[in-house]
């Protein structure tokens, strides 16, 4: 029984279908399976099936972006329970992530954060115009490894330093780890203003965080 | 004495991308998203210009939607014909549906420099340096500002980049760096100050905006407000949408030109609603996205479709097109930068584009290149000579020289074919030497390119600008 509905939930992931993968979640939940083994051999295969696919170029961004929506599904439901059992999902590590004050650009840093979920990640995206005390306030709230910040254009790209210079003043620099990406960023401008990883695109800004956290 | 502009006119070659069926069902369906989806402004400014024409505004999405008859009364108002002005007259570009002119594109961060080759972050310097270039090449008639002066403060930068570019040019400048509405108030003072007054500004605009959209169906509130400022003094304003297939639009070319046109469509209604008659543009280079990373391509068959669309889009509204072309995705002056700025070129010019961006980006318009500017020039020169077609009368079918020549025997002695030599194309950058001479020095069009660009920019000299009239224009930047 469990085995056909783990093969069922991979499978929802990879038709990027949320509310499949959501009716799975609490069919799971009823039958009374542990909700971290419905995650770990349900959803997951599916996520890295995904994954291969992609790698492969079988597989497109949208695919990616679908599996994560259904993924999302999927642990909304099942979260509350692993809470309930008194367990913890067990995330990559934990990210604050929004797009730069005076910039509204939204696409590119919501790709990021969906990346970065669906890569195992606890993400708490702020938006856009994201003004910097509000990403410090984040940071330390929710005690986060990585702080993510996206800005499109050059007058607004300035206000990443002023982002990093805010986390050293309120004494967190030293806990987290800096991200940067956007257009008109460069990994010389990364390095300039003292940030710790930098990324052309989404795929590549997981892969950023997992070794900026040694995972 | 001003330089010579190269423009496409009296066109003999014609495509039809679109039916008139089909132009119809875009519109419809556009006035039906903006009526029902509606498109987010997000400026009380703007938000106020909707509801007092009642257009219902909702303040706290920001969302406006308005009735299909509001928008296409407000688009009537929108003058088909205007001019760009330049700082020298004879240079003026009157954009009445006969003319392709070709601008610069912008607005890149990232420079390869001319002489050490090294790629690095663009200045104020180097501003002033292409738009020098620029002023010279016949093929650019106007200036769009091509990279970030990011040795200037953010607060100011884009009034030092237009400084700079009437330094170095007596042609028309055009901006898109203006994005907030202090920055466009000492922008229409610069203007006036170059045109000789404010009415002089307006009888003859020496500055045009082009401002982005934020799709999908969104605008930018800084633009949003520099544009209204813009429209008041009689400064031309263009809404660019970059729509991108799969990402900001829907994965079918129908569904994206539907999106970026209701984005651009409102933003005109919404300048013709606040100041009846201003001068607006239509400008567009949407895309599709990358499929692995989602990125800006900057080139592909999609686009090459966009850029023939978007005219008889522009041309439905009766106003002005400004179209994205070349802009490669390329990251060197290569294969695919010659096969893209090519494509997206011709495909522009064949349906009579109004505007051309532009020429010397790499890298989806981020890495400047001289070379590139150079070689896009040159597509552009190829693009010119073939919309000219093929003439057929006596001269042309030259029945006399065919028959005094006669089976065997050749032309090149006949006195029709000097006379006709020269509107054969020449061309700057292709190798049509021997192959002995070519392996001997295995020098290429990038070579050729960059001796060109530095040779222009150590001689020409472009018109200068009164110092005291930089000085001042100093002075409203100062007080900005």
């Not at chain 2, 980049?161 to 466009?184: C, D, F, M």
């Not at chain 2, 693009?383 to 079918?397: N, P, S």
């Amino acid at each position: 029984m469990s085995d056909e509905l783990f093969q069922a939930m991979a499978q929802s992931i990879i038709d990027g279908d949320p509310d499949v993968a959501a009716d799975l979640a609490r069919k799971a939940v009823e039958a009374g399976i542990d909700p971290l083994e419905a995650i770990n051999k349900g959803f997951v295969p599916g996520v890295d099936y995904v994954g291969e696919q992609y790698s492969k170029g079988e597989m497109f961004l949208p695919d990616l972006v679908l599996a994560g929506e259904a993924m999302k599904a999927a642990i909304a439901v099942l979260e509350p329970e692993i809470a309930r059992k008194g367990g913890q999902r067990q995330t990559l590590g934990t990210v604050v992530i929004g797009t730069v004050e005076g910039d509204i650009h939204d696409i590119g840093k919501t790709l990021v954060a969906t990346m970065l979920s669906v890569g195992g990640f606890r993400v708490y995206d702020l938006g856009v115009d994201v003004p910097v005390p509000t990403f410090v306030e984040k940071a330390r709230e929710v005690n986060a490894d990585i702080v993510g910040m996206s800005a499109l254009l050059t007058t607004t790209m300035v206000r990443q330093r002023d982002v990093i210079e805010a986390l050293e003043d309120a004494g967190l620099r030293s806990r987290v780890k800096v991200m940067v990406g956007g257009a008109p960023v460069t990994r010389s401008w990364a390095q300039e203003i003292g940030a710790d990883g930098y990324s052309e695109d989404a795929i590549g800004a997981v892969a950023v965080a997992r070794q900026l956290l040694g995972k | 004495m001003p330089r010579p502009i190269k423009s496409i006119s009296d066109p003999r070659l014609k495509l039809e991308i679109l039916s008139p069926e089909d132009v119809r069902r875009i519109h419809q369906a556009t006035l039906e998203v903006i009526e029902t989806v509606g498109v987010r402004f997000p400026s009380p400014k703007a938000l106020d210009v909707w509801e007092a024409h009642g257009a219902q505004v909702d303040r706290n999405t920001m969302i406006v939607r308005a009735p299909g008859h509001l928008i296409e009364d407000a688009l009537k108002k929108a003058p088909p014909v205007y001019t760009l002005a330049a700082r020298d007259p004879a240079q003026d570009l009157p954009l009445d549906g006969n003319h392709v002119y070709v601008g610069t594109d912008g607005c890149g961060v990232q420079i390869i420099d001319l002489y050490t080759g090294e790629r690095r972050r663009s200045t104020l310097r180097d501003v002033a340096e292409i738009v020098r270039v620029a002023d010279y090449l016949e093929e650019v008639a106007f200036i769009w500002v091509p990279v970030s002066a990011q040795d200037r403060p953010p607060e100011t930068r884009g009034l030092y980049e237009l400084k700079a570019a009437w330094e170095n040019t007596t042609k028309h400048v055009q901006t898109e760096s203006i994005y907030s509405e202090r920055e466009a108030r000492a922008s229409v003072e610069m203007a006036a100050l170059i045109a000789g007054g404010r009415e002089e500004l307006r009888r003859r605009p020496v500055l045009s905006y082009a401002l982005c959209t934020a799709p999908p169906l969104g605008q930018d509130p800084g633009t949003l407000e520099a544009a209204l400022v813009a429209a008041e003094a009689g400064i031309p304003v263009g809404f660019m949408t970059m729509t991108s297939c799969g990402s900001t639009a829907p994965a079918t070319l129908a569904g994206n030109l539907v999106v970026g046109n209701a984005e651009v469509i409102s933003a005109l209604a919404m300048i013709q609603l606040a100041c009846p008659g201003a001068p607006v543009f239509y400008a567009a280079a949407q895309t599709a996205m990358d499929l692995r990373t989602g990125g800006y391509t900057g080139g592909g068959p999609e686009d090459f479709l966009f850029g023939a669309a978007s005219n008889v889009l522009a041309d439905f509204y009766n106003v002005p097109l400004s179209m994205g072309s070349f802009a490669t995705g390329a990251k060197e002056p290569n294969w695919q930068a010659g096969i893209e700025n090519s494509l997206s070129t011709f495909m522009a010019c064949v349906v009579m584009s109004d505007m051309l961006l532009g020429v010397g980006l790499l890298h989806g318009s981020r890495i400047w290149s001289y070379e590139q500017m150079l070689m896009d020039c040159e597509i552009f020169d190829i693009v010119y000579h073939m919309m000219k077609g093929i003439v057929v009368d006596d001269e042309t079918l030259a029945l006399d020289v065919i028959r005094a020549v006669g089976p065997g025997g050749n032309f090149l002695a006949q006195k029709h074919t000097r006379k006709h030599m020269r509107e054969l194309w020449v061309p700057k950058f292709m190798d049509r030497r021997p192959y002995e001479e070519w392996e001997a020095k295995r020098d290429d069009a990038r070579d050729w390119a960059r001796a060109m660009a530095r040779q222009i920019l150590e001689t020409h000299q472009p018109e200068p600008l009164d110092p005291q009239l930089s000085a001042e224009l100093e002075c409203i930047i100062e007080k900005a």
